[in-house]
């Protein structure tokens, strides 16, 4: 079964410190991987993806995120923390093979302190 | 564009009664999903359709029904409402050849 963690469902971060979210994924045959973020009471927003480009992608908001095949991660970084990026954040990962059917992670709230 | 649409944004039904959730996209995308969104778990797929005319079972269809109307239509339906369907429903689409979906607001559904 393909699957997806998402290591720690809140984190908290300090204004301008770096913001680092752990994505891992469990399958055999490579992946597409997404991250969403998901503002409070809103839809959820594509932040960025991998699609069997680039390695490291970068997304919206100075967002970026490396795929890691050897360790089957997809951590999602920021480098300085903004009041405004304190929202749930989900990674997804969809299969060609699977009609694209996207499988989420239970999500990670991200809490930023002043 | 509005891109995804979906009604109403909240209802509160009793258990045992019916609804159906509307969903609508305007950029001619060919697959539609629909979703629940429950804490701590993420979303999860209820059914899929991945062109106009089919559909398909999801992760957790359970008391559910869809229909794809046409391209741009894929209704969800409760036909007896339980309090384990109180949720926030996503609707999404996605175009042929992309792999990324667009999601709608979200429909915040309380069953009492």
């Known amino acids: 079964a393909q699957s997806v963690t998402q290591l720690g469902s809140h984190v908290s971060v300090s204004e301008g410190a770096l913001v680092l979210l752990r994505c891992n994924y469990s399958s055999s045959v490579p992946p597409y991987l997404f991250w969403y973020v998901q503002y409070p009471n809103q839809g959820l927003q594509l932040l960025l993806k991998?699609?069997?480009?680039?390695?490291l992608v970068k997304g919206i908001n100075g967002f970026e995120a490396e795929f890691k095949k050897s360790e089957t991660s997809f951590h999602l970084t920021k480098p300085s923390a903004h009041m405004s990026d304190a929202a749930e954040y989900f990674c997804?990962?969809?299969?060609?093979?699977?009609?694209?059917?996207?499988?989420f992670g239970a999500g990670t709230t991200v809490t930023v302190r002043a | 564009n509005a891109g995804v649409t979906q009604t109403p944004k909240f209802q509160v039904l009793k258990t045992g009664q019916s609804m159906t959730l509307q969903c609508a996209q305007d950029m001619n995308h060919n697959s539609m999903y629909w979703y629940r969104q429950d804490p701590g778990m993420g979303l999860r797929l209820i059914y899929y359709?991945?062109?106009?005319?089919?559909?398909d079972k999801g992760e957790v269809p359970n008391g559910y029904n869809v229909s794809r109307l046409n391209k741009r239509e894929f209704s969800l339906r409760l036909e007896s409402a339980a309090p384990s369907q109180t949720s926030v429903y996503f609707c999404?689409?996605?175009?042929?050849?992309?792999?990324?979906?667009?999601f709608g607001p979200g429909t915040r559904l309380t069953v009492t």
């Open positions: 999404a689409s996605r175009p042929g050849g992309e792999h990324e979906q667009y």
């Open positions: 359709s991945a062109s106009e005319g089919t559909t």
């Open positions: 997804a990962v969809s299969y060609r093979s699977n009609d694209y059917k996207l499988s």
């Open positions: 991998y699609t069997s480009a680039a390695t």
